[in-house]
């Protein structure tokens, strides 16, 4: 019914260009998470980012309200609340590798460049001019929909915890944060911190030092160790064929008493390690087959080697690798890692099959460290899969708004390693804004966005909003 007048709203050059410049003034504002303070919970980035959304909301007509810094809203309506959409601001760091400035967003042949215009910034805008066209067109609510602008979703989702301890859930509930058509599966996870410690060793050859990986949820895309008693023409033989290999890039330097290697890999989601080339992984393909002494810290080389070696993104030389047919496979990603004189320490992430349990997964993966020595550091928790049922109301009706202004004809749900707000929302979906055979690029350098595809992203929302709060 109102298809038609929603379509030719947003073919308004006016409103497109309007749209991009409230997504370029999200971008601008650096929201990585920062160490909490007064009023800022989440560090003074997500709070300026929150503070720039609810500014931008109201500016177009919207009723906001700053709940207690962790969340912002924005109402369409003072009727009560039927749709809850979720979105972010806060976005992952930077990197390296970019071809623009991150934070400034950069539009070329119809591509929008910059850290969030894909996750999350840009999906939010989309939503929020999606509220804004039903509001301008007139379009009868019964019903309210509710903004929730969040600012913790890349570090724990903090924020809509603690907005949901205090406030009801809608009785509908959808993130832009993920991909089209929709998901209605999203993995478990499993991330436990492990390692060992050792006393103060001197024999030489050896690793005094191995760093990789700057979050949980990035494939890592840098690394460096440290190696006494080695010359640079005893190690550089070794990076060649390690390159080869995994596609990543190795630097040796020489140094008073040894050498420094760095590796250079690719960084991606951790749901989709895939797509990355992970450095922890590809140095330890030459740190593995380096001379060196027996010793400790040469033991737990050598075990990382065994239990992660390079290509393995499924768990197997963990002992976890499983998949079904309703969630696929388990994918893991070794994110970061530690070594220094008095021990290591690694992390790693992993979104596991939806048969995962305590005694496939997590006591697995305990009995395989156990084999090499190492043992978890803190007392790992798997959380459950998120499952919603394809032919729930909110599914379909979602699906045939997609189906509307996509022509695809019967889209069905998929399923996700990674984890959205609404993992803990009962009924609660991803929809948007990812469109099939896209490559964002998120979470790397030159994350990217189409217009065209914002635009019909928000057509897409108002649509949805109109026919779940008629």
Same mark, same amino acid.
């Given at each position: ?51 720039? =959304?609810?500014?931008?909301?109201? %500016? ?62 840009? #999906? ?15 379009? $009868? ?58 006393? #103060? ?18 494939? $890592? #895309? %840098?690394? %460096? ?11 550089? #033989? ?34 989709? $390690? ?19 002494? %027996? ?15 390079? &290509?393995?993104?499924?768990?197997? &030389?963990?002992?976890? =690798? ?19 004189? =008095?021990?290591? @320490? ?5 979104? /596991? =099959? ?13 009995? @395989? ?41 019967? $889209? ?9 707000? /609404? ?48």
């Amino acid at each position: 019914m109102y298809q038609d007048k929603i379509n030719a709203y947003f073919d308004n050059p006016a409103v497109q260009r309007e749209l991009v410049g409230a997504i370029a003034r999200l971008v601008s504002v650096k929201s990585v998470k920062g160490e909490a303070q007064e009023g800022a919970p989440f560090g003074p980035g997500p709070r300026a980012a929150l503070d720039e =959304a609810l500014k931008l909301c109201s %500016e177009l007509g919207f009723e906001t309200r700053d709940y207690d810094h962790y969340v912002g809203l924005a109402d369409l309506n003072d009727r009560e609340t039927q749709l809850h959409i979720l979105g972010h601001l806060d976005v992952v760091g930077e990197g390296s590798g970019w071809d623009t400035d991150p934070y400034t967003c950069v539009e070329k042949d119809g591509m929008l460049y910059g850290r969030g215009v894909s996750d999350d910034k840009g #999906p939010v805008c989309a939503a929020l001019f999606g509220m804004k066209a039903v509001k301008d067109l007139g379009i $009868p609510l019964s019903k309210n929909v509710r903004l929730i602008l969040g600012t913790d979703e890349e570090s724990g989702s903090q924020d809509i915890a603690y907005y949901y301890a205090r406030e009801p859930f809608a009785p509908m509930a959808f993130t832009p944060d993920a991909n089209f058509p929709l998901i209605n599966v999203e993995k478990g996870h499993f991330g436990p911190h492990f390692g060992t410690d050792w006393a #103060p060793e001197t024999a030489e050859p050896r690793v005094t030092s191995l760093t990789g990986g700057f979050r949980r949820n990035v494939v $890592p #895309p %840098e690394a %460096e160790a440290v190696i006494a008693g080695l010359t640079a023409a005893q190690v550089e #033989p070794l990076c060649g064929p390690a390159a080869e290999k995994t596609g990543a890039k190795f630097t040796v330097t020489g140094t008073e008493g040894g050498v420094t290697l760095h590796c250079t890999g690719k960084n991606a989601h951790a749901a989709m $390690p895939d797509d990355g080339i992970n450095a922890i992984q590809a140095i330890l393909e030459v740190l593995a087959a380096l001379p060196l002494a %027996e010793c400790e810290s040469t033991k737990a080389i050598r075990s990382m080697h065994t239990l992660f070696p390079f &290509g393995d993104n499924r768990g197997k &030389g963990l002992g976890i =690798a499983m998949k079904d047919e309703v969630s696929g496979e388990t994918t893991v990603n070794l994110a970061l890692i530690d070594l220094n004189e =008095a021990g290591f @320490s690694a992390d790693i992430d992993s979104r /596991v =099959a939806v048969c995962a349990n305590e005694e496939n997964c997590v006591k697995a993966c305990e009995e @395989s460290l156990k084999k090499h020595g190492l043992r978890f550091l803190t007392q790992p928790r798997m959380m459950e899969a998120h499952i919603v049922e394809a032919d729930s109301p909110l599914v379909k009706t979602l699906l045939e708004c997609y189906s509307a202004y996509t022509g695809e004809r019967d $889209p069905q749900p998929i399923a996700i390693g990674g984890g959205t707000y /609404v993992h803990h929302i009962p009924g609660g979906v991803a929809f948007g804004c990812e469109f099939p055979g896209f490559d964002p690029k998120m979470h790397s350098a030159n994350e990217q966005a189409r217009v065209d595809q914002l635009v019909t992203s928000a057509k897409i929302f108002a649509l949805a909003i109109a026919r779940l709060c008629k």
